[in-house]
């Protein structure tokens, strides 16, 4: 498991983007990748876990969890 923090929000499109320390670019994620919080409960700044996987459009942030 990695952590970060909420980067970004689009409540429109039911999915966001995670900041990774040290890393330049952030981590996309769907609101179906969420585990034990909606995507209601998420605000910017929440601190996550999540695993990392390599889809069609590059690597995503799955089983995302607030801490």
């Known amino acids: 498991m ?3 923090i909420i980067a970004n929000l689009k409540s429109e499109g039911g999915y966001g ?10 981590l ?11 995507f209601d409960e998420l605000n910017t700044g929440d601190k996550v876990t999540f695993e990392v996987e390599q889809g069609e459009k590059g690597p995503h942030a799955v089983n995302v969890s607030r801490v």
């Open 2 to 4: 990695q952590e970060g």
């Open 17 to 26: 983007f995670i900041k990774i320390e040290g890393a330049e670019k952030e």
């Open 28 to 38: 996309f994620f769907h609101a179906s990748a969420l585990q034990g919080v909606s």
